[in-house]
């Protein structure tokens, strides 16, 4: 069974860091590409960042660019996202999701809060 | 970067009733477009993939259509654990590989 376990979510103050942990079981991650998506509360869904199985390929969306990092260590089957400089807009559940070209599975997301 | 815009914000309807959900893209996006169900506080769950086929266990009462810039997503008869937020999403070579539509809220009416 595919299962994806975020953690690493919490309550930060502005201009803080966080580090998000994605733990992926069930598949052979490695042969995968991962994304991060995240979603501010009340609102719709928002692409964060993608990552190639073999780390080739980095993207990130103009709004965490900079600021972000994605990274994978397919010998822990995990992904991760190092957040920093984080601002109050960047409240939101993160996801990751498997990349089949499209989301086939989520985990059941992280909170982050960035609050003063 | 492309744009995908859904319509109508929000759908009220009737258990049984026929749902018609629209997805338009600011551009040809192909058949690169999939479709998503969000119930509150869980994960979205992939309904649909590349414009028409059923994803992994889904019913057939979800059906997709369209392509180039036009899609729709229809539910044949709506079951009451249909009533949920549904999302299109588009995929692309180029960056940013996925983008996502604003939303369509399905209530009952």
């Known amino acids: 069974e595919v299962q994806l376990v975020e953690s690493g979510g919490g309550l930060v103050k502005p201009g803080g860091s966080l580090r998000l942990s994605c733990a992926a079981s069930?598949?052979?991650?490695?042969?995968?590409?991962m994304n991060w998506v995240r979603q501010a509360p009340g609102k719709g869904l928002e692409w964060v960042s993608s990552?190639?199985?073999?780390?080739?390929?980095?993207y990130y969306a103009d709004s965490v660019k900079g600021r972000f990092t994605i990274s994978r260590d397919n010998a822990k089957n995990s992904l991760y996202l190092q957040m920093n400089s984080l601002r109050a807009e960047d409240t939101a559940v993160y996801y990751c999701?498997?990349?089949?070209?499209?989301?086939?599975?989520w985990g059941q997301g992280t909170l982050v809060t960035v609050s003063s | 970067e492309i744009v995908l815009t859904q319509s109508p914000a929000t759908l009220s309807l009737s258990p049984g009733e026929r749902a018609t959900l629209s997805c338009r893209a600011s551009?040809?996006?192909?058949?690169?477009l999939a479709w998503y169900q969000q119930k509150p506080g869980q994960a979205p769950r992939l309904l649909i993939y590349d414009a028409s086929n059923r994803a992994t266990g889904i019913p057939a009462r979800f059906s997709g259509s369209g392509s180039g810039t036009d899609f729709t997503l229809t539910i044949s008869s709506l079951e009451p654990e249909d009533f949920a937020v549904y999302y299109c999403?588009?995929?692309?070579?180029?960056?940013?590989?996925?983008?996502f539509g604003q939303g369509t809220k399905v209530e009952i009416k």
């Open positions: 990552i190639s199985s073999s780390s080739s390929y980095i």
């Open positions: 999701a498997r990349d089949l070209d499209y989301g086939d599975y």
């Open positions: 069930g598949f052979t991650f490695s042969s995968y590409s």
């Open positions: 999403q588009q995929r692309s070579n180029w960056p940013p590989p996925w983008t």
């Open positions: 551009q040809s996006v192909s058949s690169y």
